[in-house]
């Protein structure tokens, strides 16, 4: 049984082979990193992983690393007074305010209208408690977007899948993630993502890992909110796996730099990736996964309408009965009376069997 405390742990192991710990969510990281140096295994010193688990200290390393590659204001406070002589300043004139080490969105207060000097002694009271510290960032507009990728030993950065996310309340919670949608490559923002990607990466000095990292996109381009030294949560690696086809698996890729240092090939395959997601000409997308029933075909692409956006009721077409072989060259795609788009391309509509 491991207690938690690397040195300590790691003479319990000592009999043992141990070659990796997958470091594969969020509050194991830094514990992976500490008990691998304790056993004298090389992958990232427990400083390198331990800022991706500090919101300040990772964006205050990266300024001054490279200047170059754009990070938001933020700044340490401890109570409310700081906050409210900070907020005079034009950069902190709106602001977030948001745990240290948090995760899940837990204790995010968002400040987009300026000040409220109640609500943030409300804060400090019931989210920091007495004697405690919290992150003071600068408030980003814009679109969020979160990018999954894996770095190697030589800090060559591959990124992986981009997903934008659809944000919304859920009770009395704001700013609840309630779905996500696919960025294809010939989105204007996909490159510059992935550039700034790439740039945010090299600057931690992580090696051997894949990331998650949440962006938002304003006018000024990318900027990061967050990053985590891990794959991303829940079944989404499954699905950046199945992004690419069957010859990738994400979760292997990270097993593989976990264990070695060896450059691995990643087996990105992007017309795959294009090839099961459709874009309406409205900016809406589905997914383009075959399965009982009927679809269309157009540009030698099959897209099988399955659910609609938002979680309100299934894709149909307007209109008549649809037969298996028949070419329409309009398609109203709607969803509880919401017409989301109206397509007008020769499609041939055949049965997923």
């Given at each position: 049984?491991?207690?938690?405390?690397?040195?300590?742990?790691?003479?319990?192991?000592?009999?043992?082979?141990?070659?990796?710990?997958?470091?594969?969510?969020?509050?194991?990281?830094?514990?992976?990193?500490?008990?691998?140096?304790?056993?004298?295994?090389?992958?990232?010193?427990?400083?390198?992983?331990?800022?991706?688990?500090?919101?300040?200290?990772?964006?205050?390393?990266?300024?001054?690393?490279?200047?170059?590659?754009?990070?938001?204001?933020?700044?340490?406070?401890?109570?409310?007074?700081?906050?409210?002589?900070?907020?005079?300043?034009?950069?902190?004139?709106?602001?977030?305010?948001?745990?240290?080490?948090?995760?899940?969105?837990?204790?995010?207060?968002?400040?987009?209208?300026?000040?409220?000097?109640?609500?943030?002694?409300?804060?400090?009271?019931d989210a920091v408690g007495p004697g405690g510290s919290c992150v003071m960032e600068e408030f980003l507009t814009g679109e969020e977007y979160y990018v999954d990728g894996q770095v190697d030993d030589a800090r060559q950065v591959t990124p992986v899948a981009i997903q934008k996310y659809l944000r919304g309340t859920v009770g009395d919670r704001t700013n609840i993630a309630l779905e996500h949608e696919t960025i294809r490559p010939d989105d204007p923002v996909f490159d510059a993502i992935f550039t700034y990607a790439r740039e945010v990466i090299a600057a931690t000095g992580l090696r051997r890992s894949p990331f998650h990292m949440e962006i938002m996109v304003d006018d000024r381009g990318p900027c990061m909110v967050e990053c985590g030294a891990r794959l991303v949560g829940w079944s989404a690696a499954v699905e950046d796996s199945a992004d690419h086809g069957p010859q990738l698996d994400v979760v292997q890729v990270a097993g593989h730099y976990w264990l070695s240092p060896q450059h691995l090939d990643i087996?990105?395959?992007?017309?795959?990736?294009?090839?099961?997601?459709?874009?309406?000409?409205?900016?809406?997308?589905?997914?383009?996964?075959?399965?009982?029933?009927?679809?269309?075909?157009?540009?030698?692409?099959?897209?099988?309408?399955?659910?609609?956006?938002?979680?309100?009721?299934?894709?149909?077409?307007?209109?008549?009965?649809l037969i298996d072989g028949q070419t329409i060259d309009s398609v109203v795609i709607a969803g509880d009376g919401s017409v989301w788009a109206n397509l007008r391309y020769d499609y041939t509509v055949y049965r997923c069997e």
């Open positions: 049984m491991l207690t938690g405390v690397p040195r300590d742990d790691a003479l319990r192991l000592t009999s043992l082979d141990v070659r990796a710990i997958p470091a594969y969510k969020e509050l194991l990281v830094e514990y992976a990193a500490a008990l691998l140096e304790a056993l004298g295994i090389p992958w990232n010193p427990p400083e390198v992983v331990g800022r991706f688990r500090d919101k300040f200290a990772l964006k205050e390393y990266i300024r001054t690393v490279d200047p170059s590659v754009r990070m938001n204001a933020s700044r340490m406070v401890t109570d409310a007074d700081q906050v409210m002589a900070a907020a005079v300043s034009e950069e902190f004139s709106r602001f977030v305010l948001k745990p240290v080490g948090g995760l899940g969105n837990k204790d995010v207060l968002l400040c987009p209208d300026g000040a409220d000097e109640s609500t943030i002694a409300d804060y400090f009271r087996p990105l395959d992007f017309e795959h990736y294009l090839s099961r997601y459709a874009l309406a000409p409205d900016g809406t997308f589905w997914l383009a996964t075959p399965q009982r029933g009927f679809g269309l075909q157009f540009g030698g692409q099959h897209f099988a309408l399955i659910r609609a956006r938002p979680q309100s009721g299934e894709w149909h077409f307007a209109g008549s009965p």
